[in-house]
C-alpha cells in the first residue's frame, strides 16, 4: 500500500465518522456544541482530503490555525478526563476522539505549509521552472523593481537543496532588508512577486560572479 493511498483510507475513515455525526444530530441525538464540532470536522476533513491527493483546497493560511484549534482541543478533553471522574464509555470516547483530533491536527498543520508546490498557481510552476534552468546556469540572479520613488532589489541563489532570496526595499521613510529560504522554487516564485513585486523577467543572469 502506497502512502497516498494510506492517506485517502484515512481521509475516507473521518469522512465516515463525519457522516455518523451528521446523522446523529438530524436524528436529535446531538446538541448545539456538536453541531458546532461538524462544521469543524467539515472543514478539517476537507483539508485532510486535499493533503492526501496533493490539491490545493481553499487558503493555505487557514489550515495552521485550525490545526492548532483542533489539537488544542484534543488536550484540554485529555486534561478534562484526568481531572473528572467518568464512566469506561465515556473514557473510552474522550481518549479516541482525542488521539484523532491530535492526529488530524498535525496533518492540517503540515498541510497548511505554504512551501509546497501544490499551493502553487500554473502561472507559478512555469516561472518556477524558468528560475531552476536560469539557476542551473548560474549561481545568482539579480533583480530590480522601480514603482516611483520605491525600488526593490533581489538576489536570489541556490544554496544546497535550498533556494535564497535576499530583498531590500527602499522607500521615502526608509530602506528595509530581509532573507528567507524555501525548499522548492514555486514558493520563491510567489515569495519575490508578493513582497517585491519582482517577476521573473526582471532578473537578468550577472555578468560576473
Same mark, same amino acid.
Given at each position: 500500500?502506497?502512502?497516498?493511498?494510506?492517506?485517502?483510507?484515512?481521509?475516507? #475513515?473521518?469522512?465516515?465518522?463525519?457522516?455518523?455525526?451528521?446523522?446523529?444530530?438530524?436524528?436529535?441525538?446531538?446538541?448545539?456544541?456538536? %453541531?458546532?464540532?461538524?462544521?469543524?470536522?467539515? #472543514?478539517?476533513?476537507?483539508?485532510?482530503?486535499? /493533503?492526501?491527493?496533493?490539491?490545493?483546497?481553499?487558503? =493555505?493560511?487557514?489550515w495552521r490555525p485550525l490545526a492548532v /484549534?483542533?489539537?488544542?482541543?484534543?488536550?484540554?478533553?485529555?486534561?478534562?478526563?484526568?481531572?473528572? +471522574?467518568?464512566?469506561?464509555?465515556?473514557?473510552?470516547? $474522550?481518549?479516541?476522539?482525542?488521539?484523532?483530533? $491530535?492526529?488530524?491536527?498535525?496533518?492540517?498543520? !503540515?498541510?497548511?505549509?505554504?512551501?509546497? =508546490?501544490?499551493?502553487? &498557481?500554473?502561472?507559478?510552476?512555469?516561472?518556477?521552472?524558468?528560475?531552476?534552468?536560469?539557476? !542551473?546556469?548560474?549561481?545568482?540572479?539579480? %533583480?530590480? !523593481?522601480?514603482?516611483? *520613488?520605491?525600488?526593490? !532589489?533581489?538576489?536570489v541563489f541556490k544554496v544546497g537543496n535550498e533556494y535564497?532570496?535576499? $530583498?531590500?526595499? @527602499?522607500? +521615502?521613510?526608509?530602506?528595509?532588508?530581509? &532573507? *528567507?529560504?524555501?525548499? @522548492? +522554487?514555486?514558493?520563491?516564485?510567489?515569495?519575490?512577486?508578493? #513582497?517585491?513585486?519582482?517577476?521573473?523577467?526582471?532578473?537578468?543572469? =550577472?555578468?560576473?560572479?
Amino acid at each position: 500500500m502506497t502512502l497516498k493511498r494510506a492517506y485517502c483510507l484515512l481521509a475516507a #475513515f473521518y469522512s465516515l465518522l463525519l457522516v455518523i455525526g451528521v446523522i446523529a444530530v438530524l436524528m436529535g441525538g446531538g446538541t448545539l456544541l456538536a %453541531a458546532v464540532y461538524l462544521v469543524v470536522g467539515f #472543514f478539517a476533513v476537507l483539508g485532510l482530503w486535499g /493533503a492526501s491527493l496533493q490539491r490545493s483546497v481553499m487558503n =493555505p493560511r487557514m489550515w495552521r490555525p485550525l490545526a492548532v /484549534a483542533l489539537g488544542a482541543g484534543g488536550v484540554v478533553q485529555f486534561v478534562l478526563m484526568l481531572r473528572m +471522574p467518568v464512566s469506561g464509555v465515556t473514557l473510552t470516547w $474522550i481518549l479516541t476522539s482525542s488521539i484523532f483530533a $491530535i492526529l488530524l491536527a498535525v496533518m492540517l498543520y !503540515h498541510y497548511g505549509n505554504r512551501d509546497q =508546490p501544490l499551493w502553487a &498557481t500554473d502561472t507559478e510552476r512555469n516561472d518556477a521552472r524558468r528560475l531552476r534552468a536560469m539557476l !542551473h546556469q548560474q549561481t545568482a540572479l539579480t %533583480a530590480v !523593481h522601480r514603482e516611483g *520613488e520605491r525600488e526593490n !532589489h533581489a538576489n536570489v541563489f541556490k544554496v544546497g537543496n535550498e533556494y535564497e532570496a535576499n $530583498i531590500t526595499r @527602499h522607500s +521615502p521613510d526608509g530602506q528595509e532588508a530581509f &532573507t *528567507e529560504r524555501f525548499r @522548492h +522554487p514555486e514558493s520563491l516564485v510567489f515569495f519575490l512577486e508578493k #513582497f517585491a513585486s519582482i517577476s521573473i523577467n526582471d532578473f537578468q543572469q =550577472p555578468t560576473a560572479q
